[in-house]
């Protein structure tokens, strides 16, 4: 029997306690040899979270991390702290992040490695944007940012890779299968490190199962329908 699939939901800057504890009843109902599930909300939610889904299969994680395990950085949250507060892995540089506040890869695999050091999972991003794939770039921007965001300290069993389409990501414009199979064998072929590879660009009900069961597809990294219980278990049951 193949690995599970992993089924990672990013809620990105959503959810008060109210609206979140049905969304996370719902899904503690979900019970599956053929994937895991995990659920990065606000860093404001982790605490209830893992409080509410202490008796389930459901793993958290953070959504971005510092590199510095401590120190004057206000507004930050550091590895060691997720770790604290009982994540399994955490989410390091996400297209946002990447874009809004300009991280570099260095930057990524500063904050993959002290996720590491935590004990964490790190789920480390890459993609490539619009412009870059119209230029005819995507395989070299995957490629410059797998090598420059993958610490040496990654193994199979701490790093995850997620890809992410920065350009079919909330743009109407859609990834086919033989994109995704094409950058998932070069991630697949480029890794030092064998890990996991996520796919991660409007992964919805309609579309998961084709997604999920293609080569080199490990899982998926949901953003909006992960925000949606019954969307969020269609995905994870297409697995």
């Known amino acids: 029997m193949s690995a599970p699939k992993l089924i990672v939901g990013n809620w990105k800057m959503n959810g008060l306690t109210a609206d979140s504890k049905q969304r996370v009843d719902a899904l503690m109902a979900a019970k599956s040899a053929a994937f895991n599930m995990v659920l990065c909300p606000p860093a404001t939610l982790i605490n209830a979270l893992n409080w509410w889904t202490k008796d389930s299969a459901l793993k958290i994680g953070g959504q971005d991390c510092h590199a510095q395990a401590s120190g004057a950085f206000t507004g930050n949250i550091s590895a060691q702290m997720l770790k604290d507060l009982g994540c399994t892995h955490v989410i390091v540089g996400h297209s946002e992040r990447r874009q809004y506040h300009k991280e570099t890869s260095a930057e990524v695999a500063a904050k993959a490695k002290a996720a590491h050091e935590a004990g964490l999972i790190a789920i480390i ?26 610490p040496d300290c990654a193994t199979v069993d701490n790093t995850v890779i997620a890809y992410e389409p920065v350009w079919a990501i909330g743009t109407g414009k859609v990834a086919s299968s033989d994109d995704i199979k094409g950058i998932h064998a070069l991630i697949r072929e480029k890794s030092v490190v064998k890990a996991q590879i996520l796919y991660g660009g409007s992964v919805k009900g309609s579309n998961a199962a084709e997604i999920l069961h293609l080569p080199n597809v490990d899982g998926v990294l949901v953003g909006g329908a992960s925000l949606k219980a019954d969307e969020f278990l269609a995905i994870a049951n297409a697995a």
């Open 125 to 150: 991003c890459i993609g490539e944007t619009d412009a870059e794939r119209t230029a005819g770039r995507a395989n070299d921007v995957v490629s410059e940012q797998l090598a420059a965001s993958v």
